[in-house]
């Protein structure tokens, strides 16, 4: 009962804090970052720089969290979540931009690896089921944001925006405040107090080195690399492309992003219960060619009904290949250190999330939209190929 209860507060607080987060986020970020003067390239940068903060310090706080308990991390997730919304209003330039997003990265940076490393703590049988399930809150918040932020810029400023964005951030703590505390780590800290740096500094290095060389973390974390790559690129840019287009509006731009989240959010828990059912690998690689139909309709399309087609394979293609990279750590033979672990494949996904958006704001100089979006579907196919021919046993 009280795993219950824990995953229904979780579930709860991410959903809301997500849900805040992304209406500051797309697509209202990249029109503030362009009204503010920044090139596609530097919107890119804007878009991703958050994510540097999580590519640093998730394996350190998913190692904190293993050792400290879950909760007390998640609090100060929040106090971030929660604080910065209000300084949106006092920026006046791309580079001030730029540096509180940089800062704001670091709420997802704790929260993103803490909260997996609690449901991974919750999910001792069927773990993709459970993460899929899980997975649920985040797309919930990725399906609603969109349009909200549609139309709340309808009816207020960017400012007001930013402080609805705020509040919604303190709702959404206030479901961790229930969650079961882990006082009994923090009470064996105290007691080993005299000799506790020293034993940290021996754990932490000795916990890096598991997820450093554990061949699950780098296959689930390499996956996630290149399927956040191709997600952000399209995120970023696609709503920029129906922005600027002639009939484009707030409101278009919006129903891209919440038709693929529509059908990641109805669709995850089924490809997770797939994966545990046929196994990960299949399922994971359906999920990607299922991108890749999607990333070449929109190379050669350019109707809003068949980019709306695009928008619902994408978002199928997400529920079937994510919730099964995780659970490659969860099925892994040694359970422990799930913090450490969820915070490295983290960071190699941040890595993703950067370099995505940077790389396709850099090619947007040189080439149109179509062509970046076939660029991405050939790098996808790639993967899938080399993937097929290793699991067959072939080797070019």
């Known amino acids: 009962m009280a795993n219950k209860k824990n995953f229904f507060l979780l579930f709860t607080s991410d959903f809301i804090l997500r849900y805040g987060y992304q209406i500051g986020k797309m697509p209202l970020l990249p029109y503030f970052a362009i009204t503010l003067g920044a090139s596609e390239m530097l919107v890119g940068t804007i878009l991703s720089i958050s994510t540097i903060t999580g590519m640093i310090l998730k394996p350190l706080v998913g190692f904190l969290s293993d050792n400290l308990g879950r909760k007390i991390w998640l609090l100060v997730a929040c106090v971030f979540f929660s604080i910065f919304p209000f300084l949106y209003v006092f920026i006046s330039s791309p580079g001030e931009l730029t540096i509180i997003r940089l800062f704001h990265g670091i709420a997802t940076a704790i929260f993103g690896p803490v909260s997996l490393a609690l449901v991974a703590d919750l999910s001792h049988t069927h773990p993709s089921t459970r993460m899929g399930t899980f997975g649920m809150a985040r797309s919930a918040a990725y399906l609603s944001a969109p349009v909200s932020a549609g139309l709340v810029l309808g009816y207020f400023s960017i400012e007001i925006a930013f402080y609805i964005i705020g509040i919604i ?199 149109s939209y179509d062509m970046l979006f076939l660029i991405l579907a050939l790098v996808c196919t790639s993967y899938v190929t080399f993937q097929i021919f290793k699991r067959n046993g072939i080797y070019l």
């Not at 970023?236 to 002639?246: A, D, G, K, Y």
């Not at 959010?265 to 490809?271: A, C, E, V």
């Not at 079937?320 to 995780?326: A, I, K, N, V």
């Open 169 to 367: 951030s303190i709702i959404g703590a206030i479901p961790i405040l229930f969650l079961s505390s882990d006082y009994d780590k923090l009470e064996s800290v105290q007691v080993n107090g005299k000799n506790y740096m020293r034993k940290f500094r021996a754990a932490l290095m000795s916990s890096f080195k598991i997820g450093l060389f554990n061949k699950s973390v780098w296959q689930a974390g390499l996956l996630e690399f290149l399927i956040h790559l191709v997600v952000y690129s399209v995120k970023v840019f696609l709503p920029l492309q129906i922005l600027i287009s002639e009939s484009g509006t707030f409101l278009k731009a919006g129903a891209y992003l919440t038709i693929q989240e529509l059908f990641h959010f109805l669709i995850r828990p089924l490809g997770g219960k797939l994966g545990d059912t046929f196994g990960d690998e299949k399922v994971i690689l359906s999920g990607l060619i299922l991108m890749i139909l999607s990333l070449l309709n929109l190379s050669i399309n350019e109707s809003y009904e068949l980019i709306f087609m695009s928008a619902a394979l994408f978002g199928l293609g997400q529920a079937f290949s994510l919730p099964s990279s995780l659970s490659l750590i969860i099925t892994d033979e040694n359970k422990s250190d799930f913090g450490v672990k969820m915070g490295m494949v983290g960071a190699i996904r941040n890595s993703g999330k950067i370099i995505g958006p940077i790389f396709s704001g850099f090619l947007l100089l040189f080439i």
